[in-house]
């Protein structure tokens, strides 16, 4: 008497085919989206780098203002 058939064995061949079919898909899909998620990392950073130089020329314009609006005041004087 055999432990398992010939046909339990080839169920569970296609049963193990069928699951490294499907982990392989699944890391393809994985490795594509840790891919999409570095570059969405990379985006942000790259924003943030742009929003802090915005404000820092936000600050240097209105240091700049305030200086020609003082020399106007003192102008006026």
């Known amino acids: 008497m055999e432990l398992f058939s010939d046909q339990k064995i ?4 296609e049963k193990i085919d069928l699951l490294l079919k499907n982990y392989k898909a699944l890391r393809e899909e994985n490795e594509k989206y ?3 998620f570095e570059a969405l ?6 924003l943030k780098e742009k929003v802090t130089m915005m404000k820092n020329e ?4 209105i240091e700049k203002i305030g200086a020609i609006i003082e ?4 102008a006026q004087r």
């Open 34 to 36: 840790q891919k999409k």
């Open 71 to 74: 020399k106007i005041s003192n």
């Open 58 to 61: 936000k600050e240097l314009i």
């Open 10 to 13: 080839l169920e569970l061949e």
């Open 41 to 46: 990392e990379a985006e942000n950073r790259e």
